[in-house]
């Protein structure tokens, strides 16, 4: 059995720790405090030993450096985190990892960096997706093109619909203000940010969100639907999909 402990740090951040009851292996899903993830595995009785990185940025990766120096974790990550830690085992798509008897899929997700990949568990029903995808949102094209990350987005489109995807930030609110702006027309859209509210109100996270959903009602997944094109011009999904980044970038 899986198990997966979701916390808040630094300002906006999730940090996950996933942990395998049978093996008792733990992995740290990014690493943005290192102080915070060795205080919740120790409230859990569980010892980090694997790191599974998304991508560099030092609110993902940061933490490497420490948590290796007080647990030993090896650390998984695609090439890029070479900027800020040494890295035990370099992985890329098609690659696969291994928590216990469970196996992680790695997705080519890039265009937030080049290098971003995700861990997709199939038999768990599970994707860590970092900053490719949000609820309601995806991750600012700080380094990528807008082809290579709509061709990330259909990857993750491509994930069973019942797939948890468990994003790196609490950004679902102002997420969905542009969201609202970008498809207004979108019903399960208006029923959604209004739960969104609700759970904020009451100081509960948002993530992890079902792809299903997502697939319905957040805009950058839907690209190639055709009242998005109409709203956001574009002679493909690619033109809109980056119609729609440049808008979320500016709004």
Same mark, same amino acid.
Request: hydrophobic content about 40%.
């Given at each position: 059995m899986l198990e997966v402990h979701q916390f808040p740090c630094l300002s906006d951040n999730y940090g996950y720790l996933l942990h395998d009851t049978e093996s008792c292996q733990t992995a740290a899903i990014d690493t943005p405090d290192a102080s915070e993830y060795l205080k919740q595995a120790a409230m859990k009785g569980w010892e980090i030993t694997h790191i599974w990185n998304t991508h560099w940025h030092p609110d &993902?990766?940061?933490?490497?450096?420490? /948590?290796? #120096?007080?647990?030993?974790?090896?650390? !998984? @990550?695609?090439?890029e985190v070479e900027k +800020?830690?040494? /890295?035990? $085992? !370099?992985? @890329? &798509?098609?690659? !696969?990892?291994?928590?216990?008897?469970?196996? #992680? &899929? !790695?997705?080519?997700?890039?265009?937030h960096t080049d290098g971003h990949i995700a861990y997709h568990l199939p038999e768990a029903d599970m994707a860590f997706v970092g900053d490719s995808i949000f609820a309601l949102g995806c991750g600012r094209m700080f380094e990528g093109e807008p082809e290579q990350f709509w061709n990330s987005l259909l990857r /993750? $489109?491509? +994930?069973?619909?019942?797939t948890m995807l468990?994003? @790196?930030?609490?950004?679902?609110q102002a997420n969905a203000r542009?969201? +609202? &702006? @970008?498809?207004?027309?979108?019903t399960e859209l208006k029923l959604y940010a209004g739960q969104i509210d609700q759970q904020r109100e009451k100081g509960l996270p948002t993530v992890p969100t079902v792809l299903d959903r997502e697939m319905a009602t957040n805009p950058f997944l839907r690209a190639d639907d055709p009242a998005l094109r109409d709203r956001w011009?574009?002679?493909?999904?690619v033109e809109t999909f980056a119609a729609l980044r440049a808008a979320k970038d500016h709004f």
């Open positions: &993902h990766a940061g933490g490497n450096k420490d /948590i290796v #120096a007080a647990t030993g974790a090896v650390v !998984v @990550a695609p090439k +800020l830690s040494a /890295i035990d $085992r !370099v992985v @890329a &798509h098609g690659d !696969v990892v291994m928590l216990g008897e469970y196996e #992680a &899929h !790695v997705i080519d997700v890039s265009g /993750i $489109r491509a +994930l069973p619909p019942y468990y994003c @790196a930030h609490e950004y679902t542009f969201a +609202l &702006h @970008a498809d207004p027309d979108n011009g574009g002679s493909s999904p």
